[in-house]
């Protein structure tokens, strides 16, 4: 297996979303080849990172006052009844 | 090299219930499913927009038109990708009117320098995060996710960051699944490749310390 065909099924690998053979065939690759393991190895850090990140999370006075508004806005579209189209 | 833990999603068996009450008119029912996802709604519209108003507007806009649009909502799917798509389409709104002189659309496959194997292949140290404090950090995901092209940045957050899987990241996408997957593969690859400035190892095995291969991307 090329570096090339090893990057190409690197999702599904990362993502267990392969067959055994394939999955062998892979393994053996990065027994090898140092770039690849590395490449490997940074790409599910790198996923693991921005998962546990909590990047933009919502405040939870922001929340509070979204939700009153959506939830009046829903309150006064019940009222109006159904929309016309 | 396991593969990556799937998050783990909130159970759903009552949601369908909760469909079926806000359906019916029942308001209560509704704010639950919004208690149950305006956090993720919120972060999907940021990472989208990057604007923070854009995404309290994208929060509202998308509650209401799904609670308008109810009626259309036949159960084939989950709630939640039904919500991913009305957000995903709001938030892409948002950003065209807002960056009116660069057309963003998930349909284009963006084609950049960056898709050819890896240039920065050095090793990261082995807790890269630690190096940094929380405000650095967070500073360094950001600007680095915002250097994405929209169609990339938007499936690596609902398929990595949100945890959907492909077949729903495609359908809230209007995607096809081979699409996401090439979309991921690029987005992922080109993230570890920008991070690798800010995270690998800071000396070579002889002790030199390595040169900061910076692009200027940014």
């Not at chain 1, 806005?73 to 019940?78: D, F, N, P, R, V």
């Not at chain 2, 509704?30 to 309290?56: C, G």
Request: proline share 4%; aromatic share 6%; charged share 30%.
């Amino acid at each position: 297996m090329k570096c090339a065909e090893f990057l190409q099924e690197l999702t599904n690998y990362l993502d267990g979303a392969i067959d055994d053979r394939t999955k062998a065939e892979l393994e053996d690759h990065l027994a090898w080849c140092h770039n690849c393991y590395v490449v490997c190895d940074t790409t599910k850090k790198t996923i693991e990172i921005y998962r546990d990140s909590q990047l933009y999370e919502l405040p939870e006075d922001l929340r509070t006052r979204l939700r009153t508004a959506i939830v009046s806005k829903c309150q006064a579209k019940k009222k109006a009844g159904p929309e016309r189209v | 090299m396991s593969a990556i833990q799937p998050k783990v999603s909130e159970p759903v068996s009552d949601e369908l219930t909760l469909v079926q009450a806000a359906k019916a008119g029942d308001v209560e029912a509704f704010e639950e499913l919004v208690r149950r996802y305006d956090r993720n709604v919120f972060r999907i519209a940021q990472h989208i927009t990057q604007n923070r108003e854009d995404a309290e507007d994208v929060v509202q806009d998308a509650f209401l038109k799904a609670y308008g649009n109810l009626s259309q909502f036949q159960g084939q799917s989950k709630f939640y990708t039904w919500l991913v798509r009305i957000a995903v389409n709001e938030a892409l709104m948002k950003l065209r009117r807002r960056r009116p002189e660069r057309m963003v659309s998930l349909d284009e496959d963006v084609k950049t320098d960056e898709d050819s194997l890896p240039r920065e292949v050095a090793d990261w140290s082995p807790n890269p995060e630690q190096q940094y404090n929380q405000a650095e950090l967070r500073d360094i995901l950001t600007r680095t996710i915002q250097g994405l092209p929209a169609s990339f940045r938007t499936v690596f957050v609902l398929r990595d960051v949100e945890g959907l899987s492909t077949e729903e990241t495609a359908e809230a996408l209007d995607l096809s699944i081979p699409a996401v997957k090439s979309r991921l593969l690029r987005a992922r690859l080109q993230l570890r490749d920008r991070l690798s400035r800010y995270f690998q190892r800071r000396e070579s095995a002889d002790g030199i310390p390595k040169h900061d291969s910076g692009d200027g991307n940014q």
